[in-house]
């Protein structure tokens, strides 16, 4: 793969909090390690989707691409430009290339907004139109765009339904003709039938504006149907990367595999439902106090000692496949006493 086919590259990407203590100890503070030396990329046209349970770190992930958190350390290089090294000038240019498709459709939205303002915000922050008129006009044509009525253009937020306020959402991320969208859960708040439609609508985008996702989401049943690649949070940190089909058919992590294992499987038969229940156990460790070595190991059915003493290395594949797990780690891997069976 050459340089000029990545559009994003994250590199050891942190954003760590600060939090102060309560009212019995006011001047303790301790450090959340929201992200935690994340590193991928992103190459022009795919889309690749970021899964994880809640807290694992994916949106604030999204958020510090855009520098609306800013990390604490490691660089985000959008079409061979370090974003994390920008001004604010020329920051502002720069977020015309990226935007961002938020995950409640309503508080996203100004309510005191029109359409026609929500829409076309972007078009007056960036100067990309030449008079009312024009601004008019590239607001109208976004809306037929997203299959919206060009007619409710002086309506507001509250008077549409959940799928077409995403939709404005959309609309207003495409007013900057941006190479990148991030779209951080863009249908969990959706009925499933208004799900369908709103990813076939990015899909189709997808395909007539030459448009790179970054899909986040929890739900991998939807994943699967609209990314090319997928990347696994656990924690603040990347555990697998891998083609979708790949993924889905050959998952090496022990937390990839039980989230596979909770997809719902529309079957009445209790035994092959049996057969798919999530084997974790317990609930996520707190990031202000992450478990040492594999950040995973106080859930995993696999670990033993190494796991609890040593940070596991990203293992890569010749197809790409890329595990941070001892399991795969022929230096660490022979130190296991009893062999386990992963995948």
Known sequence: MQKSDL???VNDLKVHFKLRGGFFTPNKTETVKAVDGVTFHVKRGETLGMVGESGCGKSTTGLSILRMVEPNSGKVILDGTDVTSLGRRELRRERRKMQMVFQDPFGALNPRMTVLDIIGEPL???NMAKNFADYKRQVLELMEMVGLNPDMAQRFAH?????QR????IARALAARPQLIICDEPVSALDVSIQAQVINLLEDLQAELGLTYLFIAHD???VKHICDRIVVM???RIVEVADRDDLYRNPKHPYTQALLSAIPIADPDPEVQKQFQPALEGEVPSPVNPPPGCPFHPRCPHAWSACSELRPQTVTSEDGHSVACHLYDPAVAKTQPIKAEAG
């Open 166 to 169: 995403q939709r404005i959402g």
């Open 220 to 222: 991998l049943a939807v």
């Open 234 to 236: 656990y924690l603040g």
């Open 124 to 126: 007056t922050v960036h």
């Open 7 to 9: 559009l994003l590259e």
């Open 159 to 163: 008077e549409f339904s959940g799928g």
